[in-house]
């Protein structure tokens, strides 16, 4: 009996040993997966022009290259009181400057609030070159937020010379109705294609137009239905938010190119 004891502990010895150079190794070899990890990997643009992308989990961003301040890859909401439906800024490639249509602000290329009445700058998050591919840059998990910088000498033009906006637009069949995305909860940013409404003191997104009833919706949390303003307020739209526990939640109105032009 002791014999087999001791070689019991000497088998159990063996196995904690081996799971240990099992997870040494993963470590030392760049397998194990962090707790927080990177975003993306994402093309660096040509000098001097942004590029509308998304991370790996949808989110939308701008990955920025410009001459003066660098590479910067930035949160596409602007900076609307966080109690209130977020839009997406767009790109001006003439300007070199990002604006919020809906609000009239303006940011520089690295973010910084230059103009409008934004509560700051967008926010930036982290990142480096690829070791492997000096074309493109890996998107850390660490962010910060962008302060205001020199303010223009007036309000931005909210028209881009030639339409050379660059915004962010879904693919072929990636759009959701929102009470299809409240049942079939997808995972990470979606895109989501219908009409904000205040209906019995609730946020929904409704299926369809402004001249159809809210028979099916989805309920959105995060936003005080007394900022959502009647020029909102039942205004068909693309949107792009997150469904959790039924409700979408960040929701981002992303304007369309052809109103902007």
């Given at each position: 009996?002791?014999?087999?004891?001791?070689?019991?502990?000497?088998?159990?010895?063996?196995?904690?040993?081996?799971?240990?150079?099992?997870?040494?190794?993963?470590?030392?070899?760049?397998?194990?997966?962090?707790?927080?990890?990177?975003?993306?990997?994402?093309?660096?643009?040509?000098?001097?022009?942004?590029?509308a992308?998304?991370?790996?989990?949808?989110?939308?961003?701008?990955?920025?290259?410009?001459?003066?301040?660098?590479?910067?890859v930035?949160?596409?909401?602007?900076?609307?009181?966080?109690?209130?439906?977020?839009?997406?800024?767009?790109?001006?490639?003439?300007?070199?400057?990002f604006v919020?249509?809906?609000?009239?602000s303006?940011?520089?290329?690295?973010?910084?609030?230059?103009?409008g009445?934004?509560?700051?700058g967008?926010?930036?998050?982290?990142?480096?070159?690829?070791?492997?591919d000096?074309?493109?840059?890996?998107?850390?998990?660490?962010?910060?937020?962008?302060?205001?910088?020199?303010?223009?000498?007036?309000?931005?033009?909210?028209?881009?010379?030639?339409?050379?906006?660059?915004?962010?637009?879904?693919?072929?069949?990636?759009?959701?109705?929102?009470?299809?995305?409240?049942?079939?909860?997808?995972p990470?940013?979606?895109?989501?294609?219908?009409?904000?409404?205040?209906?019995?003191?609730?946020?929904?997104?409704?299926?369809?137009?402004?001249?159809?009833?809210?028979?099916?919706?989805?309920?959105v949390i995060?936003i005080?239905?007394?900022?959502?303003?009647?020029?909102?307020?039942?205004?068909?739209?693309?949107f792009?938010?997150?469904?959790?526990?039924?409700?979408?939640?960040?929701?981002?109105?992303?304007?369309?190119?052809?109103?902007?032009?």
């Amino acid at each position: 009996m002791r014999d087999l004891g001791h070689r019991l502990l000497i088998g159990l010895a063996v196995l904690v040993v081996a799971v240990m150079a099992v997870g040494y190794a993963y470590i030392f070899g760049g397998i194990a997966t962090p707790i927080r990890g990177d975003r993306a990997t994402l093309a660096l643009p040509e000098s001097g022009t942004a590029n509308a992308t998304i991370l790996d989990d949808g989110r939308p961003v701008f990955i920025v290259n410009d001459p003066d301040v660098g590479v910067w890859v930035l949160d596409a909401q602007g900076r609307q009181s966080q109690s209130s439906l977020g839009v997406a800024v767009a790109w001006c490639t003439e300007t070199r400057m990002f604006v919020d249509l809906a609000d009239g602000s303006a940011y520089g290329a690295d973010g910084e609030l230059r103009w409008g009445p934004a509560e700051g700058g967008l926010v930036a998050f982290a990142s480096r070159t690829s070791p492997d591919d000096p074309s493109r840059v890996i998107v850390g998990s660490d962010t910060s937020v962008q302060g205001r910088g020199p303010e223009t000498d007036g309000p931005p033009e909210t028209t881009c010379p030639d339409n050379s906006w660059v915004m962010h637009e879904p693919e072929p069949g990636e759009t959701f109705d929102p009470s299809v995305a409240g049942d079939q909860e997808p995972p990470g940013w979606i895109w989501l294609e219908g009409t904000v409404q205040v209906v019995d003191g609730e946020v929904r997104l409704c299926d369809g137009s402004t001249d159809d009833e809210c028979d099916a919706f989805t309920a959105v949390i995060g936003i005080d239905p007394a900022t959502v303003a009647d020029d909102v307020s039942g205004v068909a739209s693309r949107f792009i938010g997150r469904v959790r526990d039924s409700a979408i939640e960040g929701l981002i109105l992303v304007p369309d190119k052809e109103e902007a032009s």
